[in-house]
Nanobody
Framework: QVQLVESGGDLVQPGGSLRLSCTAS????????MGWFRHAPGKEREAVAC???GVLNSVENRVTRSRNNAKNTVYLQMPDHKYEDTAVYYC???????????????WGQGTQVTVSS
């Protein structure tokens, strides 16, 4: 079965950090770019990060995106969580190898991140 399964969402205090995982099954994600999105209550879905093929680890705007091709998994880590980071986080499969354009063709079910004291 072709699917993406996110995990790692939890309740975290402000200033805390979570690492989210997205594991693919039914296909190999090493040859595809993978994106992360979030959807907060009352807001539109927004893009958080994307990792292109060949990139194993990168940091941009305090967000770390990485992949472990042997585990067919990509990760998202955001240090120093803020209240506004509360949302359902989704990973998505890009149709190409490079993070260019909004051409995602497969989505996971999401994992909840709640930032609260």
């Amino acid at each position: 079965q072709v699917q993406l399964v996110e995990s790692g969402g939890d309740l975290v205090q402000p200033g805390g950090s979570l690492r989210l995982s997205c594991t693919a099954s039914g296909f190999t994600l090493s040859s595809l770019a993978m994106g992360w999105f979030r959807h907060a209550p009352g807001k539109e879905r927004e893009a958080v990060a994307c990792i292109s093929t060949g990139v194993l680890n990168s940091v941009e705007n305090r967000v770390t995106r990485s992949r472990n091709n042997a585990k067919n998994t990509v990760y998202l880590q955001m240090p120093d969580h803020k209240y506004e980071d509360t949302a359902v986080y989704y990973c998505a499969r890009h149709a190409g190898a490079v993070c260019r354009g909004d051409n995602y063709d497969l989505w996971g079910q999401g994992t909840q991140v709640t930032v609260s004291s």
